[in-house]
């Protein structure tokens, strides 16, 4: 199993910015990417950004955050950061962090985290 903690959610204006984190633990040697996913008000959760775990330039984003939105991971901290920018209302959601397994289809994440929830006013 592997544990998903997210942090660093909150409050901001539109324009602003905002750097989510996501600290794994337990059998991460399992995981081949990892994902931010994330869910607003009554829709369904979508992928926003994922990166590969040992190709880090196989990244991939949601066309609403390409330009704002950079994933990142810390393989020596087995950590996934989310720098958003540029943040506009739309981006109001709660924030996922995810890991898929090494040999498992593109689109299956197995290990979620709780969620982290950020908030952009106008």
């Known amino acids: 199993q592997v544990q998903l903690v997210e942090s660093g959610g909150g409050s901001v204006q539109a324009g602003g910015s905002l750097k989510l984190s996501c600290e794994a633990s337990?059998?991460?040697?399992?995981?081949?990417?990892w994902g931010w996913f994330r869910q607003a008000p009554g829709k369904e959760r979508v992928l926003a950004a994922s990166i590969n775990r040992d190709t880090e330039a196989l990244t991939n984003y949601a066309d609403s955050v390409k330009g704002r939105f950079t994933i990142s991971q810390n393989l020596e901290r087995n950590s996934l950061q989310l720098q958003m920018s540029a943040l506009i209302p739309e981006d109001t959601a709660i924030y996922f962090c995810?890991?898929?397994?090494?040999?498992?289809?593109?689109?299956?994440?197995?290990?979620w985290g709780q969620g982290t929830q950020v908030t952009v006013s106008s």
């Open positions: 337990g059998s991460t040697w399992k995981v081949c990417a």
């Open positions: 995810a890991a898929r397994q090494c040999g498992r289809p593109f689109s299956t994440y197995d290990f």
